[in-house]
């Protein structure tokens, strides 16, 4: 039984020490121990004692390695990227709070003794058990684990989550998939379960979504900040200096910006170069966490220029009632368009700097425009300046928010047990009256309640099927209806019931390896059913497929649970 830890000492010991980055990690569990632990009492009392199963979990830092050559820790104090360690920091403590017995690594030398393999060159099987439940870690974590486990690693990957950026789509992590229909990156071809797969944002269904948190304000700092917000004072989103180079546009943007506000910056620099930024910046140099969040709390306004991409900043500005205002992407940038994306193992189209923030959170705390278009610019600086917002933090970035997702992930997602095998269904009426809601009907509804009480995380009360439009993702099909893609549940709608349920006359019915499959080609009347599972995949879409797509409700601020699913 997991019992819920409040106590971070022994968190902090196992940080460990020497390196920039860990440095950095260790001050953010100590500034958010509070919050996590009052996050822990309140879902404490959500659960009344349910029963949680205490797990051994490893957690290895693959990018933190020496071996992986390290780039990231030697940035640290320098502007480098901080947004994977703010998350690697948040999940080791989420697993600490939540009560389980975690180990974690950050060299190869502490994973082969975790692992009981003994150091040394070439691969070594792993003979006994694995000495973990969960092993946590990234894409170079992945890769040294192959190399120094061998084909041991294929037979305890059901235990692996991949702390996973951007995302990985199903068809980019099918190897052969990937190869023959090029598919395939530098990534991705690992043949995990999609759901394996963890992300910083929800932006990929077909993945788990991981996420981190931001700092909660208590009523006595929102009241502060109200009182103390400063209506012409911007702060400018980007530590490097890179990302301010300016260029003519930009320049030009700063300098209309300039006419009504104070620009401030966080840029680093070295003492004896001035910041590469305009004169008219009041740029504060690179701020440890704390002291950007009270820049934060006084600021107006939190400009992004288009760079970095998808990171925790802005959520961090708008609850600290910021308004972040954005670039719009025309076209959206993917790994198809665009250089940082290229290689990446997605197609997912990037529509602005920051879609979670203009998707999800959207006005008035999200403005998200095209900055070629000076006049709209002009005119949301105006809007900006006229409008009070209120701080504000979706849920499921709160501490108590990523314990809840988080303990649902270890207490429900089980990649090791084979699957029950689905019961065959024979009727389209009741797969017509459970996931369509029609008129009850006794017989079917007795039917049908057989198939709803088959095991399966999520629910399948929670499913609703639906078809896409030609050219339309399951990902958009389902958030068109307000709901979420669920690829958890393709296995219970592979079957050509599914199809007639939805009113499709199959001329045809073929099964195949294709990600976009099951689905209904129009032009042929064929019905294409998927044959390996690892392809059941939310993302991708075709001009002449209808797909099928299984949807899902969700709670409120949390899109990776769904009602039922606590
Ligand atoms: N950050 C910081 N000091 C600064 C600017 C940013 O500590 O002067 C932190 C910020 O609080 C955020 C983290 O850097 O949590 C990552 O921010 P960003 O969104 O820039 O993403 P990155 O590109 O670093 O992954």
Not at 337 to 354: A, D, I, L
């Amino acid at each position: 039984q997991a019992v819920f830890q409040s106590d971070i000492g022994a968190l902090l010991e196992q940080v460990g020490t020497g390196k920039e980055s860990l440095s950095f990690m260790k001050r953010r569990i100590r500034r958010l121990a509070a919050q996590w632990v009052s996050a822990a009492r309140r879902l404490d009392e959500k659960l009344r004692n349910r029963w949680r199963d205490k797990k051994k979990i490893l957690v290895h830092i693959g990018f933190l390695t020496e071996e992986s050559g390290d780039v990231f820790s030697p940035k640290v104090l320098k502007g480098g990227p901080l947004g994977e360690m703010v998350q690697w920091a948040d999940i080791v403590t989420a697993l600490h709070v939540l009560g389980h017995n975690v180990k974690i690594s950050v060299s190869l030398k502490e994973l082969h003794g975790f692992l009981g393999v003994p150091p040394g060159r070439g691969s070594c099987p792993l003979t006994g058990a694995l000495p973990f439940d969960l092993i946590y870690t990234d894409y170079h974590g992945l890769q040294q684990m192959k190399q120094h486990m061998g084909l041991s690693l294929r037979k305890h990957k059901c235990h692996i989550r991949v702390i996973d950026t951007f995302g990985t789509e199903p068809a980019y992590n099918h190897e052969e998939y990937a190869t023959l229909h090029g598919y395939r990156t530098n990534w991705g071809y690992w043949n995990l379960h999609g759901q394996q797969y963890m992300t910083m944002f929800p932006h990929t269904p077909d993945n788990s979504f991981m996420g981190f948190v931001a700092e909660e304000l208590n009523e006595t700092e929102r009241l502060y900040i109200q009182r103390n917000k400063v209506n012409n004072m911007a702060v400018v989103y980007g530590k490097d200096a890179s990302m301010w180079k300016v260029s003519k546009d930009k320049e030009k943007f700063l300098a209309v910006l300039n006419r009504y506000m104070e620009i401030h910056g966080t840029v680093y620099y070295e003492t004896q170069r001035p910041p590469e930024v305009p004169a008219f910046v009041k740029n504060h140099g690179l701020l440890p966490q704390q002291e950007l969040q009270q820049l934060l709390r006084k600021a107006k306004v939190f400009i992004g220029f288009g760079f970095p991409y998808e990171g925790p900043a802005p959520l961090e500005a708008i609850a600290n009632g910021c308004i972040f205002l954005q670039p719009k992407f025309k076209p959206a940038r993917s790994s198809l368009n665009n250089e940082f994306f290229r290689g990446k193992p997605t197609s997912r189209k990037v529509s602005s700097q920051h879609p979670y923030a203009e998707q999800y959170i959207g006005k008035p705390h999200v403005i998200t425009i095209d900055f070629n278009n000076s006049a709209e610019f002009d005119a949301a600086i105006h809007d900006i300046m006229k409008i009070n917002v209120e701080p504000f933090l979706p849920y499921e970035y709160t501490c108590e928010g990523m314990l809840e997702r988080l303990h649902a992930y270890i207490q429900n997602q089980d990649f090791c047990s084979p699957e029950v095998p689905f019961p065959p269904v024979n009727s389209s009426e009741a797969l017509l009256e459970r996931f369509f809601i029609r008129e009850p009907n006794s017989r079917i509804l007795s039917w049908a309640s057989s198939i709803i009480s088959f095991p399966s995380w999520p629910p399948l009360t929670a499913l609703r099927l639906l078809t896409s439009l030609q050219g339309q993702s399951c990902v958009e099909a389902c958030q068109s209806k307000g709901l979420t893609c669920e690829p958890a549940f393709y296995r219970f709608i592979n079957i050509k019931e599914a199809f007639k349920a939805l009113g499709f006359q199959c001329e045809v019915v073929e099964s195949e390896m294709n990600h976009l499959f099951p689905a209904f080609s129009t032009e042929h009347g064929e019905c294409s059913l998927q044959v390996d599972p690892l392809l059941f995949s939310c993302a991708g879409s075709s001009a002449k497929h209808q797909r099928l797509c299984p949807c899902r409700d969700h709670r409120d601020g949390q899109v990776a649970l769904c009602k039922e699913c606590l």
